[in-house]
T-cell receptor
Framework: NAGVTQTPKFRILKIGQSMTLQCTQD?????MYWYRQDPGMGLKLIYY???????DKGEVPNGYNVSRSTTEDFPLRLELAAPSQTSVYFC????????FGSGTQLSVL | KNQVEQSPQSLIILEGKNCTLQ??????????LRWYKQDTGRGPVSLTI?????NTKSNGRYTATLDADTKQSSLHITASQLSDSASYIC????????????FGSGTQLTVLP
């Protein structure tokens, strides 16, 4: 009964480095999302996907890229990490109630 | 601009007491309103979803109310438990694409023994 699985849980990057945040869901949901959560702020949508091969930008997509080659996987790519990308990242799936992963805490120093 | 405002920002209560959290929104048009519970270090977990035609919805000791006319919602927690300590997030959905969710910043509830 895994639900939405995110890896890694924690990561420290240096400015300019790149990394991929992994997200997998086993509920056969077509809709998947990436959010970031900054202290004292509501979650902000980065990218979302309505099915394999289909992705679209959310509210704060700059500096990120996504791909959706399968229904299960929705990785988020950070290129040229910047301090402004220090945040907690959540992957989610679903349409009515969203099912969230446990998050990735990312620090860019 | 669509906004969701929650109050209070933080709340401390004693175990066994009741409490009510507030959510005001400006999202229009409106599709549904959701309450999530987020434990520290975890992702949010859905508590309730209400459409504009629903005034109240319960999930165990959690009862959400909605007044779509005044654009207000509340989450009432009855007989609080230590495990209720968490952030409670109000989310309002507009009709249309999957991007149409506006998240509040949450109310941090602490339940003390």
């Amino acid at each position: 009964n895994a639900g939405v699985t995110q890896t890694p849980k924690f990561r420290i990057l240096k400015i300019g480095q790149s990394m991929t945040l992994q997200c997998t869901q086993d509920m056969n949901h077509n809709y998947m999302y990436w959010y970031r959560q900054d202290p004292g702020m509501g979650l902000k949508l980065i990218y979302y996907s309505v099915g394999a091969g289909i992705t679209d930008k959310g509210e704060v997509p700059n500096g990120y890229n996504v791909s959706r080659s399968t229904t299960e996987d929705f990785p988020l790519r950070l290129e040229l990490a910047a301090p402004s990308q220090t945040s907690v990242y959540f992957c989610a799936s679903g349409v009515g109630p969203l099912f969230f992963g446990s998050g990735t805490q990312l620090s860019v120093l | 601009k669509n906004q969701v405002e929650q109050s209070p920002q933080s709340l401390i209560i004693l175990e066994g007491k009741n409490c009510t959290l507030q959510c005001n929104y400006t999202v229009s048009p409106f599709s549904n309103l959701r309450w999530y519970k987020q434990d520290t270090g975890r992702g949010p977990v859905s508590l309730t979803i209400m459409t504009f035609s629903e005034n109240t919805k319960s999930n165990g000791r959690y009862t959400a109310t909605l007044d779509a006319d005044t654009k207000q919602s509340s989450l009432h927690i009855t007989a609080s438990q230590l495990s209720d300590s968490a952030s409670y997030i109000c989310v309002v959905s507009a009709p249309g694409s999957a991007r149409q969710l506006t998240f509040g910043s949450g109310t941090q509830l602490t339940v003390l023994p």
